[in-house]
C-alpha cells in the first residue's frame, strides 16, 4: 500500500503509506505467514483505497487500483510471492538470443473473462494502444525500449503537444511484430537483458477486443484473464471480485470472493480489523505502530515483510545549488545521519538501514556497497565536513511533499546532521505532491530533497538505471558518470545473468565514490488481518498473496 | 464567538454607595472595587500573570533548549530524566509547553487588540453617524461575518504568500491577520449597539448643544460610556482566539516552524493516543489552562461591569 505513482517513480509514500510500514523488531524474516492450506472457498473483505484512474492496467500507476488489478490480470510472467523471482506465467516460452529480439509465444487456450481467446495480436494491441501518447496511458513509457516508441509521441509544445503538426508519426511500434495467433516478436532499440523480467508488469497485459470498442466503460468494469473477475466497482464504496471458474494457470484464489472496501484512511480500518468487520487491512497505522501497539492488539494475526523499496535523500544539480558539490561533503552528511535511531524511533522499526542503493529484494543485491559513508558516525562526520572545507552555505535544506506524513523523519534527520555537524539543517515543506515533483522536474528545488523509489519490476537495473543513467527520466540530481552509463550499457548486453549483476554491482560501486544520492532506508510492509482468515502472506511487492488466504 | 445579547447602559453611580463622601467614584474605580472582591478574578489574574511571564522569559522555568531534541529517548514517559517526558522527535515536552506559550499569548493579544481597533472603530462610525455609512459598513461586517471562523482562516492561511513563513514575528502575524479579519464584524456590531445607546443620552447633547465637534463628543462623552461591553467581550475572545490559533496550528496551517505552538504539538502527539498519551495531555492541559484564565477573566470583568449582576 505505498502511495508510491510508479510513473513519477519516486517518492510519493502517501499518508497512507508512511502509516503502512510496519513494525517489528527486525526479526522479519522467518515466517510471516500463519499457516497456509486452509479451506477453499468463503468471502473476504480488504482493506482498499480509491483507484485514481480507470480499471486499466496500462493506465494504473499506484497500489489503490493495483492491487485489484494484479488478481484481474494474468501477466505473461508471474512473480513468485516469496522472492519476486520471475516465471512464465501467459507465456509459453520467452526466447532470445542477443538481448534485443525476443521471441514470445503464448500458451494456447487461455481465455478472458468474457470467453474469448488470448491471442497475440491482444498483446500487441495493447501495448501500441498503451504507448500511442494521445491515449494518455500512465504506463506510456514502460514501452520506451521498444523500438519506434519514438514515433507514437507527440513533438508538439504547450498545452496539447498533441495537436495538429505534434501529432505522432505512427499509431503502432515497428519493433512489435505478430507472426501467428499465439507468437508475437519484440525488437529494443538497444540491448535489454531484463526484458523478460519486466513483462510481469501490469503494463503489459493483454486486453480483450472489447476494451478497444469503449475504453471508457471497460475503465469501471474491466474484463480480465486473472484468478478473479470484477463483479463490480462501487465508486468510494468498494470493489468487488469473484473467482474466475475458468481459471486454468498455476496461481489460482482459495477464497470465492474478495470485496476491497474502500477507506478515506488507515486508522478506521485498523479498528474495523480488530472488530473482526474487515478482514485483512494492508497497512498498519502510526498510531498502532508505536511500542509494537498491533502486535499486542493482534497477536499473532500480523506480518511484516521487506519490500522492494528505498528511500534516498537527493542532491539538487550542481546548477541549481552548487553548495553540495564536493563528494566529501555528500559523504559527511550521510555520516551524521542515525539511520538506526531514526528508524527506531520514528518509523517503529518499519523500516531497514540501507547499506546501498538497491534493495535486498532483488537479485543481485550486494549488502554493503554505501560502505561506511552510510553508518552513523558523528564525529567522523564532523571531521569530514571540516576537512573538506566546511559546508559552503549557511544552511542544509531538506525539502519534503507535505501531503505524505514525511514531517517527522525529515525534521528527525535535519536534528541529527544538526547535532553531528554544527550546521543549521532546515526540514521544508512543499505543499503537496505534485507541486513538489514539478519544483525538481523544473530544476527549482535547491538544496537535498527526498525521493522514494518502489520498485517496477524485481530487477537490479530498475534500482539503477532509471535513477542514475545519464539524462533518465527520473535522474533528479542530473548524476552523470561515463564509466557508470557504460557499465549499466554493457550489464543490459550481457547474456549471462550472473555476468549481468556482477557488472550492475560495479555500477553502483561507483554511486557510492560519487555517493550520486545519500540511501536511507528499504522499505517493509506490514498487515494485520482478522479472526476469520487465515493464511495471510505478503509478497515481495507489498500485496497480499491471495493463492495463501482462506476462510478459517 | 460569543456575543453580548443585551448591552447594558453603563452605570452611573451606585445609589447604595451616594451616602459615602470623599471618594471619587468613577465607572473603573467602581469596576475595580467589584473585581476586587471576586476571586475568581484573583485566581485568573495570577495564572495570566504566570503565562505572561512564561511568555516572555521562558528562560526563568526551563534551561532546555526547546529545539534540541535526544531521539533516543523519544516518547520517554514523564519522570524519566525530564519533567513531562519527551515527544517523538525527542524533545523535552515541558520546555515545549514553556515555550509554546509565547506563541500563544502574542496571537491571543495581538488579535484582540487588531479586532477592538478595527472592530472598535468600524463599531463607533456606524453607529454615531447612522444613515447609509450605517447601512454600508453594517452590511460589510456582516459580509465577514457569514464566513465561518476556521474554513475563512483556512482558505485565508493557505492562499498567503511564502513571504509571511520568513521568520517567526511574521508566522504569527500572518495567524493574527486571519484571525482579525474574521474577527472584527462581533465587535463592530457589539460598540455600534453601544454607541447608539449612548447616543440619545442628555450629557452627549448637551455637548453638542454647546457646540463640541463630532471628535470630542466620541471621545469624551460616547467612548467612555460604550466602551464596557466590548472590553468584557474581548477579553474572553482573547481565550477563544489563542484556541482558534491552536486550532489551525493542530490542522498544520496556522503557526509553522520555526514557532513553537501547543497547538503544533498536539498535532503531532495525536499518533501516541492509545500509547504515550502524556505526550498530548501537557500540551493539551496548558492550552486548556490558558483558555480558561482568560475566559474566567472575562467573567470577573463583565460581572464588575455589570450593575445588574451585583
Redesign the interface.
Known sequence: MRGTTRTVAVAAMSAVALLAAGCGSGDSDGDQSSAGGGAEGGEITVYGCNPQNPLVPQNTGETCGGDVLDQVFSKLVHYDADTAAPENDQAESIDTDDNQNFTIKIKQGLKFHDGTEIKAKNFVDAWNYAAYAPNGQYNGYFFEPIEGFGDLQCTGDGDDPCAKAGKPKAEEMTGLQVVDDYTFTIKTTEKVSNLPVRLGYSAFAALPDVFFDDPEAFGNKPVGSGPYKLDAWNKEQSIVLSKNADYTGDWPGKVDKITFKIYQDVDPAYNDVLADNLDIVTSI????L??D?YKSDLPDRNAQKETGRIDVLDFAPSSVDPNYDSVEVRKAISMAI?RD??IQ??FNGTRTPATGWVSPVVDGYKADQCGEACTYDAEKAKSTLEAAGGFPGDKITLSYN?DGGHK?WT??TC??IK?ALGVDC??QGVVDFATFRSQIGDRKMKGMFRAGWQMDYPSIENFLAPLYKTGASSNDGDYSNPEFDDLIDQAAAATDEAEANSLYQQAEALLAEDMASIPMWYGKTTMGWSNNVTGVKITAFGTVDYTQVSVQ | MTEQSIVEAPPTVDPHDAGEVGEERSLASDAWRAMRRNPLFWVSAVMIAVFVVMAAFPGLFTRTDPT??V??E??SRPGDGTWFGRD???YDIYARCIYGARASILVGLFTSIGTVLLGGTVGVIAGYVGGWVDSLLSRIGDVFFAIPLLLGAIIFLVSLPDFFNNNYLLIVLKVVLALVVLGWPSLARLMRSSVIQVKPNDYVQAARALGASPGRIIRSHVLPNALAPMIVVATINLGAYIAAEATLSFL?IGLQ?PAISWGIDIS?A???????PHMLFFPGMFLSLAVLAFIMLGDAVRDALDPKSR
Open positions: 497505522p502510526a498510531s498502532a508505536i511500542d501497539k542515525d535511531t531514526i524511533q520514528i507535505a517527522e525534521e528527525a536534528n541529527s547535532q532546515v526540514a | 534540541v531534541p531521539l533516543a523519544a516518547r517523538i522527535q525527542g498544520g516552524y503531532s495525536i499518533v501516541g493516543l492509545r500509547t504515550t
